[in-house]
């Protein structure tokens, strides 16, 4: 089975157009979890546009009372800034189960691509503090680096595939190239004894296609797709439907 983790900064991007506490972020995680999932994801950045340092903290809270996991995202090497005190910080606060470290820049609008492990020996150091602090490690990658298994020598436990290629090609109705090349970064990266994890873009319309042709995903991180579904059907009912798909 693979776990499907949530992704709540959607819900902190409605409530913060408005300003004021609506809709409750952590309202929000605690229907998702009560509805069977398998954790809560967040990506805090710097310029707080979504999720904000102090909903890490009441979500890490959270996840901690449900015994369930918390999986905190972001750029490592962003510095720390008003209101932002930096990805490593967060995560020495709240101890989150699994830290998955992006290379996004302030100005992108959402993530876009993976490390570039021609330059990844700064990211060695960053990723020893992580264990320290109790964090499982994630990098986040494209399925077509040929490097895929030197996110293992730098010390990181899993690997999440960036899947928006996927899912635009499985838009145009011709993904079989695409879930051939995952499926074979999939493979490198057990290989080098590395854990996938995979998110982006991932929908009810392309989920389970992308887990029959990637065995062994262990866990899915879904934000966009699923809380614009929810809009719909209702939060629980989607949660409830995307566990079915990972089952």
Same mark, same amino acid.
């Given at each position: 089975m693979t776990c499907l983790s949530v992704n709540v900064n959607k819900i902190a991007v409605l409530r913060n157009s408005r300003g004021g506490d609506e809709p409750d972020v952590v309202r929000a995680a605690r229907t998702c979890l009560d509805a069977g999932a398998h954790g809560i994801t967040v990506h805090p950045r710097p310029d707080r546009r979504h999720i904000h340092a102090e909903d890490v903290l009441a979500l890490a809270a959270l996840t901690a009372e449900r015994g369930v996991e918390f999986n905190i995202e972001g750029n490592p090497f962003a510095p720390p800034r008003p209101g932002y005190? &930096?990805?490593?910080?967060?995560?020495? @606060?709240? @101890?989150? =189960?699994?830290?998955?470290?992006?290379?996004?820049? *302030? &100005?992108?609008?959402?993530s876009d691509h993976g490390f570039d492990f021609a330059r990844g020996e700064r990211l060695r150091p960053l990723i020893a503090q992580l264990k320290a602090?109790?964090?499982?490690?994630?990098?986040?990658? *494209?399925?077509?680096?040929? *490097?895929? &298994?030197?996110?293992?020598?730098l010390?990181? *436990? @899993?690997?999440?595939?960036?899947? &928006?290629?996927?899912?635009? =090609?499985h838009a145009s109705g011709d993904a079989q190239a695409a879930l051939e090349l995952f499926a074979d970064a999939a493979r490198r990266a057990r290989a080098a004894g590395l854990g996938v994890n995979a998110g982006h873009d991932l929908s009810q319309a392309n989920l389970r296609d992308f887990l029959d042709a990637v065995p062994d995903v262990l866990e899915v991180s879904i934000g966009h797709a699923l809380i614009g579904e929810a809009l719909y059907e209702g939060l629980d009912a989607t949660v409830r439907r995307y566990l079915a798909l990972v089952a």
């Open positions: 005190p &930096g990805l490593v910080q967060l995560c020495a @606060r709240t @101890r989150p =189960a699994q830290a998955t470290l992006v290379p996004d820049g *302030d &100005g992108q609008l959402t602090l109790g964090c499982r490690v994630s990098l986040f990658v *494209d399925a077509g680096s040929p *490097d895929i &298994g030197q996110a293992s020598t010390g990181a *436990d @899993r690997v999440e595939l960036y899947t &928006g290629p996927y899912a635009e =090609a």
